[in-house]
T-cell receptor, first 117, second 110 residues
Framework: GAVVSQHPSWVICKSGTSVKIECRSL??????MFWYRQFPKQSLMLMAT?????????EQGVEKDKFLINHASLTLSTLTVTSAHPEDSSFYIC?????????????FGPGTRLTVL | KQEVTQIPAALSVPEGENLVLNCSFT??????LQWFRQDPGKGLTSLLL?????REQTSGRLNASLDKSSGRSTLYIAASQPGDSATYLC?????????FGSGTKLNVKP
């Protein structure tokens, strides 16, 4: 089946540094990927939609200059948290829209736990 | 904007009970609805996907129903087991965007 990986699975960084998270579709091409954020004991909130070869579309309230998204190939999207602060600590999950069929299924990565000290 | 609500927020049952988790959504113009399981600190595991034209889907002890006109879906778990303990999330696909409920945290006691 369709598999999505994320790297790293967890990361700890100092305040003010930047962190890059990768999302890969392993066995299919994904023209569209999505980035979500989940705070403790809360549900997933869509941050942005990433389309291969074009600029990402950000949800209201998400700072595009802080959360840089690059979808340079059909199997890779990256999220860079720039100048990270403790309030950016969260669980980040990506998903990829599956191969074209009638189901419009999204396949989710295992998530990346970011802790900013 | 689509809003998804899940009731109850938490549920604790003894092993062997049948149980129902509820999900409601405000915009009925959906493409599909998906139920996920999330274990603590982990990603999402897809359980069932129901297309907007379908009324229900079954997988093993799980059965999910969809009433699009009333904006409701239920996840039925038969003969619950301690291994079913997790948070269950429903997600509504509004043509290009998934909206998630806040989840139901299930604890099945041995």
């Amino acid at each position: 089946g369709a598999v999505v990986s994320q790297h790293p699975s967890w990361v700890i960084c100092k305040s003010g540094t930047s962190v890059k998270i990768e999302c890969r579709s392993l066995d299919f091409q994904a023209t569209t990927m999505f980035w979500y954020r989940q705070f403790p004991k809360q549900s997933l909130m869509l941050m942005a939609t990433s389309n291969e070869g074009s600029k990402a579309t950000y949800e209201q309230g998400v700072e595009k200059d802080k959360f840089l998204i690059n979808h340079a190939s059909l199997t890779l999207s990256t999220l860079t948290v720039t100048s990270a602060h403790p309030e950016d600590s969260s669980f980040y999950i990506c998903s990829a829209r599956g191969p074209p069929d009638y189901t419009d299924t999204q396949y989710f990565g295992p998530g990346t736990r970011l802790t900013v000290l | 904007k689509q809003e998804v609500t899940q009731i109850p927020a938490a549920l604790s049952v003894p092993e062997g009970e049948n149980l129902v988790l509820n999900c409601s959504f405000t915009d009925s113009a959906i493409y599909n609805l998906q139920w996920f399981r999330q274990d603590p600190g982990k990603g999402l595991t897809s359980l069932l996907l129901i297309q907007s034209s379908q009324r229900e889907q079954t997988s093993g002890r799980l059965n999910a129903s969809l009433d699009k006109s009333s904006g409701r879906s239920t996840l039925y778990i038969a003969a619950s087991q301690p291994g079913d303990s997790a948070t269950y999330l429903c997600a509504v696909n509004n043509f290009n965007k998934f909206y998630f409920g806040s989840g139901t945290k299930l604890n099945v006691k041995p």
